[in-house]
């Protein structure tokens, strides 16, 4: 039980990468966002999760939608993450992450 305590105290290289680029992504992310005409158009909003892989060459490889609250939107977000391969910060090492994006038209 005290090993498995001990893993959660320590950061994973995820978690440090996360803390460290935060304010970054979320830049590139916002200034890249790609929101479909459609869901503009008809007024739509939501957020979506996605898991993807960051390689040491900073590519975004094996993107996933986890949870979205619009079919239209999760095909947004993966645009975006795929527009946005190569120009992420690179990690140490591969990395797989879950970032949230959301779509607001406010």
């Known amino acids: 039980m005290e090993k498995q305590q001990q893993k959660r105290d320590i950061e994973s290289p995820e978690d440090r990468y996360i ?48 949870s979205s609250s619009d079919e239209i939107l999760s095909r947004g977000a993966l645009r975006t993450l795929e527009n946005l391969s190569g120009e992420f910060p690179k990690p140490d090492e591969k990395l797989i992450l879950t970032v949230p994006i959301s779509y607001s038209l406010h």
């Open 19 to 66: 803390n460290r680029h935060l304010a970054e992504i979320v830049q590139l992310l916002q200034e890249n966002l790609y929101y479909p005409r459609r869901a503009r158009k008809q007024g739509v909003e939501g957020k979506v999760v996605v898991k993807f892989t960051l390689t040491q060459d900073a590519e975004v490889i094996d993107s996933k939608i986890l």
